[in-house]
């Protein structure tokens, strides 16, 4: 299986990237700079983050030292710091702490830093309680405090020993009461009457912040905040203007990982420009606010690509080799890497492996690299090139192949499995369609819609398609499915369903979700051949069943019989079920019959329950059920 976790081994050459956005970094001409890495969940994101990072951190081999000296790079999970009261403040109070513990720095230069960040430790306390009045008691004035209307730093210092408050905590909690709401704003009535002091607490921290990057020698800080996208609203836009109101110092640069769909969604929220009452024209002003708030805070957007077809036959080709040879996996990815430095286009597949390992022994995961490589085309679509997606969907392939070998399901084909699972990923919606129709159809598990599906897909007959079925099995990335190899018409889908079972809703038919060993007896059953084959059978293999197996096995009789009531052995099965006395038979024939058209019956079966019911009494209630309607059945049985 293969974990969900960012890495620095480069399985889609994104290096590219990571390098692209380094000498963007480099340029100190383009500093300060915040750059914004956009993609979907799961589109490669904090991989590229984390490569450059590693950038940074690199070491000489020899001596153990930086190969970067002058680079100081700080890695934020915004995620991780979800739970704190203040979004800026805990993004300020990570770099500042790094900063201060930096392990390039000199023990000098360290004592140094370390009493210059003072100011900076005292106005983050500050703006924590700030923010406490700002979420709790007086909105308005905190606003003007972080606008520049108020600075509460110095001078209230000692406003607040005479309030009896010594540690911040405890201002925090005088903050919330009534008696912190009449303070903060005897502050702001006393500074608005001292014009002499500075008044813009955000311009006093990034003097003061520029003057501690400059007492570490370092001549440029990189910021890494990563999984913006998973923080809520409020702590996306409160990050985002930490960066652009305190941090946005000289010899900066930020870069942020996201998707823009969720950011932009926080920046409607904040200025509630997503109203669906709005005329067309007024959404079109309001998406402009979106843009232009978003360039102001990010000034270079880097859009990661999805990948291509042969990028994720490639990534699932690596994916396998790491797991199947963990020692020789470092030899592979180098040759994958020498692969894309003169052909990005090409496969990297099963054939460039035998080429750099000739000696590898790779056959069983080959056959799985030949599956997955014939359906990467359905693969890309289904999951729309995304790594997490092409991920997981490897590991549940691995997990169901699993299944089977313990389920000893010895003639389940692994391409057919595959396939099914991509539609599975690419409309759940038609995988469960598919499901019903296997289910229900005439011939258990082989459902006669997929031939004339696969046979107008062939011949591109979408207009068919759309009519009989659906719009969305006529899409292209459907009828491509449809016409890849293998085909499904003739191939009996109840196992490969009864392996996906976890993704089919409650509300479907369970009729295929049944144990190889019931499947099987209810195959010799309903291909008896003569009446004492039949009774052996049932006295041998059905009475013994316990409640659970024995409901599965009449529940596929059940459907069979309502399906097709003319069907004249699937009524003699259960009349010598009620026959031998097993147990809900008479019962769920009752009901059967309550249902169907009773003349569907053949006529004969008569005689067959008049013999029944010497040897259980029960069959008398069918009887007499039976006899109320007009038909032939009920005539022969009233004689």
Known sequence: MWSDNETTEDYLGFKVHADLLLKVINDES???????????WGSGKSSILQMIKQKFEEKDEISGEYLDKDTLCIYFNGWTFEGYDDAKAALLNAILKEIEENTKLTSEIQKIVVDKAKKLWESIDWMRG????????????????????????????????EWGVDTPEKLIDKLKSEE??????????????????????????????????????????????DDLDRCTPDRIIENLEAVKLFLNVPKTAYIIGADPRIVRHAIELKYKTDSISLSTDDKIKNDRIVSDYLEKLIQIPYNLPKLSDNEVETYLTLLLCKKSFPDNFPHILNAYQKHIEYDRHSVFGFGNIQEALPNLEISEMGRNISILASSSKIITNGLKGNPRQIKRFLNTYILRERLIATANFKHIKMDILAKIMVLEYANIDLFRELYEWQAKGEKLGEPKQIIELENWALEMQTEQIKD?????????????????????SGVDLRDYFWVSRDQLSDSVSASSMISKTIRDLHNAIISFSADKNLTNLVKEKVVPLNEA???????????????NPSDEKMNLIFIELMKQKVLFTADLYLK????????????????????????????????????????????????
């Open 592 to 639: 059967i019959i309550r249902k169907i058209d009773q003349k569907l019956l053949p006529g004969h079966l008569s005689s067959k329950l008049k013999i029944a019911k010497k040897e259980n009494s029960e069959i008398n209630k069918i009887i007499d059920e039976l006899i109320k309607a007009d038909t032939k059945i009920a005539k022969s049985l009233k004689n």
């Open 30 to 40: 383009l500093l300060p700079i915040t750059i914004g890495v956009f993609g979907d």
């Open 549 to 563: 197996d024995l409901k599965t096995l009449l529940g596929l009789f059940e459907n069979e019989v309502l399906k």
């Open 180 to 225: 912190g709401s009449e303070f903060f704003k005897s502050l702001q009535k006393e500074e608005n009457t001292k014009p002499n002091r500075s008044n813009n607490v955000v311009s006093d921290f990034r003097r003061n912040f520029e003057d501690l990057l400059t007492t570490t020698g370092f001549k440029k800080l990189v910021v890494i905040i």
């Open 468 to 488: 009989k079925y659906s719009i969305n099995w006529s899409q292209v990335g459907i009828l491509n499915w449809l016409n890849a190899e293998p085909k499904l």
């Open 130 to 161: 700030a923010g406490m009045i700002m979420k709790n008691i007086a909105l308005s004035a905190v606003t003007a405090y972080f606008t520049g209307g108020l600075s509460l730093i110095p001078f209230a210092t000692q406003k607040i020993k």
